[in-house]
């Protein structure tokens, strides 16, 4: 452009500017924009010489490059961007979305992609019933303590109750749980020392709906049931005997179960020392199966390591949970169950394997009496979601908890429910005493079909990738969250780096990073630190305290106290 015309423009934004009342200031531009005066039947909103103004005002002439002058947002052209042609081959890592897919907006709200800011949804039934993105409704979660896990999890219970499916938390061990299930109107049931006990030869809701199908329905669930009991009572003795019970005693222990069901008045459920009392009986259905051929000798060195066994388990540390009638019986129709059991102590390995194992008999039993129910169109058909926390505690404390979380992991789709897993790595599953359990356990990762991983070090990200396939960014994502927060230097608290971060993977897809922002309501339902939280009216009585001490020693002898103490 030549310096002629830049003058030219320059003076007709001038006159522009003149006109419109800017040269005057913004008070001056605002009363000529609202003056009634100023209508469309002129140039630029003003009315033409000789013409009434029509009364009807206009909105401010705006130019389109803005005002001239200082403030007036004037800006320059801009050139168009330079534009580049390429074949599909040539251009493949941008075609055809360079940003990428959207994310998933099927299931529970979880929170916000890291990058893009966009709502992810997702959670292990809906994206195996719902969006087919998954195989088996399962999740497993690792990540280093305190980064935000059971949070996520808790949020998952309070979206899938919104939807009908109902939360079995079998064996709570901090609690994490207590709290939401409580606040969603559900069932909490204490076990343990002087808390609450199991029975495990009560046959629970599975006998009530055994009792109320009837007819050939009915005598295959009570089949079931006494598998069921015949499983959890062998489990008590392997825990008690460190070793699983022998062939020949776990025909024994079924003959003395079906004796006992016979004889057992309808509505009162046996208990484990009536197992004693039949063994010490010797009846001639349980003789049978001893082949003691009328020898009673013979007979009593075939029962009498059972005898034993069982004698550990009500004389032993097991006695006072499981040799009483069932303190709380589950709920079928409560919208969530949380069998809580951290008052075991953590050292107490046996008491919290065998509740974590009664827990599991109970809560599984109840699932089956109600998809029985459903399947009799006795009750309508109902889905479940368990969660078992802390996985590295149950998995050290006996074999039998990782063939139990085996075949439930390989049969939840049958069973009807989704589980969700959560430890902190997968070293847990290495500490095991046997190969078989290890590689059981890492096959819990192989099979899930959501892995979901917080924070965790990136030599534990390195074998990971191995089992479920990360990409070198993911990796180093992941690795970054476990970093520890910066020393605080005005004492206020600052939380990890990666807290509330998680990479969601399914398959063979890349990995959804996503950030949770807790509500006010989850942070006070959900806090694993109350151990840790001050305790105001102690701290204030302690003062107190010191406080009168500290009198009393200045009156009795003001010199033994620092000057700044002394009246």
């Known amino acids: 452009m030549s310096r002629r015309?830049?003058?030219?423009?320059?003076?007709?934004?001038?006159?522009?500017?003149?006109?419109?009342?800017?040269?005057?200031g913004p008070d001056a531009l605002l009363s000529t924009a609202l003056d009634p005066s100023w209508t469309e039947s002129?140039?630029?909103?003003?009315?033409?010489?000789?013409?009434?103004?029509?009364?009807?005002?206009?909105?401010?002439?705006?130019?389109?490059?803005?005002?001239?002058?200082?403030?007036?947002?004037?800006?320059g052209y801009m050139d168009p961007p330079t534009m580049w042609r390429a074949t599909t081959v040539q251009a493949c890592g941008m075609w055809p979305f360079a940003a990428g897919s959207g994310s998933p907006m099927?299931?529970?709200?979880?929170?916000?992609?890291?990058?893009?800011?966009?709502?992810?949804?997702?959670?292990?039934?809906?994206?195996?019933?719902?969006?087919?993105?998954?195989?088996?409704?399962?999740?497993?979660?690792?990540?280093?303590?305190?980064?935000?896990?059971?949070?996520?999890?808790?949020?998952?219970?309070?979206?899938?109750?919104?939807?009908?499916?109902?939360?079995?938390?079998?064996?709570?061990?901090?609690?994490?749980?207590?709290?939401?299930?409580?606040?969603?109107?559900?069932?909490?049931?204490?076990?343990?020392?002087?808390?609450?006990?199991?029975?495990?030869?009560?046959?629970?809701?599975?006998?009530?709906?055994?009792?109320?199908?009837?007819?050939?329905?009915?005598?295959v669930l009570k089949a079931e049931t006494h598998g069921r009991v015949l499983n959890m009572v062998a489990a008590l003795v392997t825990i008690v005997r460190g070793r699983p019970m022998d062939d020949h005693e776990q025909s024994v222990l079924s003959a003395v179960l079906h004796h006992i069901r016979e004889r057992t008045p309808l509505g009162r459920p046996a208990l484990l020392p009536d197992l004693l009392r039949v063994l010490t009986e010797g009846p001639d259905r349980v003789r049978a199966v001893t082949l003691d051929r009328g020898d009673d000798t013979r007979y009593r060195d075939a029962v009498d390591p059972l005898h034993r066994s069982l004698l550990g388990i009500l004389d032993g540390p097991l006695g006072d949970t499981f040799a009483s009638e069932t303190s709380t019986r589950i709920?079928?129709?409560?919208?969530?169950?949380?069998?809580?059991?951290?008052?075991?102590?953590?050292?107490?390995?046996?008491?919290?394997?065998?509740?974590m194992l009664a827990a599991w008999s109970d809560g599984l039993g109840t699932v089956a009496a109600s998809h029985a129910l459903a399947d009799a169109g006795l009750a309508p058909r109902r889905w479940f979601f368990t969660v078992l926390?802390?996985?590295?505690?149950?998995?050290?404390?006996?074999?039998?908890?990782?063939?139990?979380?085996?075949?439930?992991?390989?049969?939840?789709?049958?069973?009807?429910?989704?589980?969700?897993?959560?430890?902190?790595?997968?070293?847990?599953?290495e500490a095991l005493g046997t190969d078989s359990d290890r590689a059981k356990a890492r096959g819990f990762v192989e099979r899930a079909g959501m892995v979901v991983c917080a924070g965790l070090p990136k030599a534990e990200m390195e074998e990971l990738g191995k089992v479920v396939g990360l990409s070198r960014r993911e990796i180093e994502l992941v690795s970054s969250w476990s970093s520890p927060p910066?020393?605080?230097?005005?004492?206020?608290?600052?939380?990890?780096?990666?807290?509330?971060?998680?990479?969601?993977?399914?398959?063979?897809?890349?990995?959804?990073?996503?950030?949770?922002?807790?509500?006010?309501?989850?942070?006070?339902?959900?806090?694993?630190?109350?151990?840790?939280?001050?305790?105001?009216?102690?701290?204030?009585?302690?003062?107190?305290?010191?406080?009168?001490?500290?009198?009393?020693?200045?009156?009795?002898?003001?010199?033994?106290?620092?000057?700044?103490?002394?009246?």
């Open 389 to 429: 926390d802390e996985l590295w505690r149950p998995l050290r404390a006996a074999s039998g908890i990782v063939d139990r979380i085996d075949a439930l992991t390989r049969l939840n789709r049958s069973l009807g429910l989704g589980d969700a897993k959560i430890t902190h790595t997968l070293k847990d599953a």
């Open 5 to 24: 015309s830049e003058e030219k423009r320059a003076e007709q934004a001038d006159r522009l500017a003149e006109e419109v009342g800017w040269r005057d």
């Open 486 to 567: 910066g020393w605080g230097v005005s004492g206020e608290h600052e939380e990890p780096p990666g807290r509330g971060r998680f990479l969601i993977k399914v398959g063979g897809r890349p990995g959804i990073p996503i950030k949770v922002a807790i509500t006010e309501a989850e942070r006070q339902l959900h806090n694993t630190n109350t151990r840790w939280t001050p305790n105001e009216t102690a701290i204030e009585q302690s003062l107190a305290q010191t406080a009168e001490r500290v009198a009393r020693a200045a009156q009795e002898d003001p010199q033994a106290l620092p000057g700044r103490w002394t009246a």
């Open 331 to 355: 709920d079928p129709d409560a919208p969530a169950v949380c069998i809580d059991i951290s008052g075991i102590g953590e050292a107490d390995t046996q008491l919290t394997a065998a509740a």
């Open 106 to 219: 099927t299931g529970v709200p979880l929170g916000q992609h890291l990058f893009t800011g966009a709502t992810v949804c997702g959670d292990p039934l809906n994206w195996f019933t719902r969006a087919r993105y998954i195989s088996n409704p399962s999740l497993f979660m690792l990540g280093m303590p305190g980064l935000g896990k059971s949070t996520l999890v808790n949020r998952m219970l309070i979206g899938l109750t919104a939807t009908g499916v109902v939360p079995l938390v079998l064996g709570d061990l901090k609690p994490d749980y207590a709290d939401t299930v409580r606040a969603l109107g559900g069932q909490v049931i204490s076990i343990g020392r002087g808390r609450g006990g199991i029975n495990v030869l009560d046959p629970g809701a599975m006998g009530a709906a055994a009792a109320r199908i009837g007819g050939e329905a009915g005598e």
């Open 42 to 75: 002129g140039r630029n909103g003003k009315p033409a010489k000789g013409k009434k103004a029509s009364g009807r005002p206009k909105e401010l002439f705006v130019p389109p490059r803005g005002w001239y002058g200082p403030g007036g947002g004037r800006v």
